[in-house]
């Protein structure tokens, strides 16, 4: 019994993680939309924190890469490391997971 405990709290543990993931894919689309109509970084870091609900804005890490004419891509990175908390299962799995999701956009502005 003891054994299927700990494979249950895994499972959630897993279901935090995939769900946090999913969040990240989404801020980092947020920040890409953004970034394409506007040439302002902070604009874009403010994009993808308020697409990312419900994860700790301190531990998200923005990187906007652009490559300059209109029409010419611009890249949004969002890291964000994701603390093990499920009870029994810290044991088995590192401190944190550390998470990623990357979107392209093409620029839609004239970059000054």
Avoid: H, N, W
């Avoid at 970034?35 to 301190?58: E, F, K, N, Q, Y």
């Avoid at 994701?82 to 029994?88: G, I, K, N, Q």
Wanted: charged residues 15%; without cysteine; negative net charge.
């Amino acid at each position: 019994m003891p054994l299927v405990m700990v494979i249950l709290l895994a499972v959630i543990q897993l279901g935090l993680v995939l769900r946090d993931q999913l969040v990240l894919v989404d801020a980092a689309r947020a920040g890409a939309r953004e970034a394409s109509v506007i040439a302002d970084d902070s604009g874009v870091r403010s994009a993808v924190v308020s697409a990312a609900a419900g994860l700790d804005p301190g531990s998200l890490e923005v990187s906007i890469s652009r490559e300059g004419a209109q029409g010419a891509p611009v890249t949004v990175v969002v890291s964000y490391a994701r603390a093990t908390e499920v009870p029994l299962v810290g044991a088995f799995l590192p401190a944190a997971v550390q998470m990623s999701a990357q979107a392209t956009m093409r620029q839609e502005f004239a970059p000054t």
